[in-house]
């Protein structure tokens, strides 16, 4: 075997070997942007729950307040128990939409592991 040969065999190699680190750094890069994904839906949820019970404390607070003997006008014509009550259906909503991306992420990546590989 002459240079020319080694040198052809070993540039081979190094391309082969150069393909395969780029097929692996693509997949690594691919499930860590799943991953960043399903942690940000994570999160996302987590602080809308945190909102909602905020808000469902206000809101009980208030309600609270407004049923108090003394209270005057009564709970269902209070404005501002009505703000709480929609900002917290609001709340609910975004929550349950966040929650079904987070399902649909994590049910697609569920999948992709059972995929077979080629």
Same mark, same amino acid.
């Given at each position: 075997m002459d240079k020319k040969e080694l040198y052809e065999k070993a540039e081979q190699a190094l391309n082969q070997s150069f393909?395969?680190?780029?097929?692996?750094?693509? *997949?690594?890069?691919?499930?860590?942007? @799943?991953?960043?994904?399903?942690?940000? *839906?994570?999160? @996302?949820? *987590?602080?809308?729950?945190?909102?909602?019970?905020?808000q469902l404390t206000r809101l009980g607070s208030r309600l609270y307040e407004k049923s108090s003997p003394g209270a005057?006008?009564?709970?269902?014509?209070?404005? @501002? *128990?009505?703000v709480l009550i929609d900002e917290t259906r609001n709340l609910e909503t975004k929550l349950a939409e966040v929650e079904t991306s987070l399902q649909q992420q994590l049910r697609q990546k569920k999948l992709a592991r059972r995929r077979p590989r080629s």
């Open positions: 393909e395969a680190a780029k097929k692996s750094v693509k *997949l690594v890069a691919q499930k860590a942007g @799943e991953a960043a994904q399903v942690t940000k *839906l994570f999160v @996302e949820k *987590l602080t809308l729950e945190h909102q909602v019970t905020k005057g006008s009564s709970p269902v014509q209070d404005d @501002e *128990l009505r």
